[in-house]
């Protein structure tokens, strides 16, 4: 089945930027799409077609995407930017949707 | 403004069903999809299923086939999620989500915790 590899933590302090990456053999046919979670929280879309600003997220969320790897970047991260960060494509293959494992922010 | 109003949380015991709704407003209910997301306690987020509302056309998890269904009630605005025999492994909140197919989520239920205990 068709998977979104993400790493499990990223630290990063105050100001800094911190990368989210995100890997899948089909992800180069489909959009990426990135979710924040906080604790209690349903997730929050930050990201859609591989690097689309929803209308109230901060200019400091951004997207990209390069072959079969998709990458989250927050610019300048801020304490409330800790969160949990899924991403998601869709697999026409299956007319499945499928999310990354998460990926836990720090903000040190 | 959009929002995604889901029922409240169940407790369940091993075997039975148990039928989440959500109930939308805020937007054109059939010019969009709804997508139900699952996440069991200190898990990922799990993807179930997909209704269009607009002509009933149905996408299932593959490993959720034949457990679960999505129906919707256009009459009044909510979308329905039901999951059958259930195991401790559904023990989860479940989420509805706005979305067309194929494309993003972009509004999302509160949740439904879902407690599957004997």
């Known amino acids: 089945s068709y998977e979104l590899t993400q790493p499990p933590s990223v630290s990063v302090s105050p100001g800094h930027t911190a990368s989210i990456t995100c890997s899948g053999d089909?992800?180069?046919?489909?959009?990426a799409f990135w979710y924040q979670q906080r604790p209690g929280q349903p997730p929050v879309l930050v990201i859609f077609?591989?690097?689309k600003r929803p209308s109230g997220i901060p200019e400091r969320f951004s997207g990209s995407k390069s072959g079969n790897t998709a990458t989250l970047t927050i610019s300048g991260t801020q304490a409330m930017d800790q969160a949990d960060y899924y991403c998601?494509?869709?697999?026409?293959?299956?007319?499945?949707?499928?999310f990354g494992a998460g990926t836990k922010v720090t903000v040190l | 403004q959009v929002q995604l109003v889901q029922s409240g949380d169940e407790v369940k015991k091993p075997g039975a069903s148990v039928k989440v709704s959500c109930k939308a407003s805020?937007?054109?209910?059939?010019?969009?999809?709804l997508s139900w997301v699952r996440q069991a306690p200190g898990q990922g987020l799990e993807w179930m299923g997909w209704?269009?509302?607009?002509?009933?056309?149905?996408n299932y998890a593959q490993t959720l086939q034949g457990r679960v269904t999505l129906t919707t009630d256009t009459s009044t605005s909510t979308v329905y999620m039901e999951l059958r025999s259930l195991t401790s492994d559904d023990t989860a909140v479940y989420y509805c989500?706005?979305?067309?197919?194929?494309?993003?989520?972009?509004?999302w239920g509160q949740g439904t915790l879902v407690t599957v205990s004997s």
């Open positions: 989500a706005r979305a067309k197919r194929g494309l993003e989520f972009d509004y």
């Open positions: 209704i269009s509302i607009y002509n009933g056309q149905t």
């Open positions: 089909k992800l180069g046919d489909n959009f």
């Open positions: 077609q591989n690097n």
């Open positions: 998601q494509a869709w697999d026409s293959s299956t007319a499945n949707y499928v």
């Open positions: 805020g937007y054109t209910f059939n010019n969009y999809g």
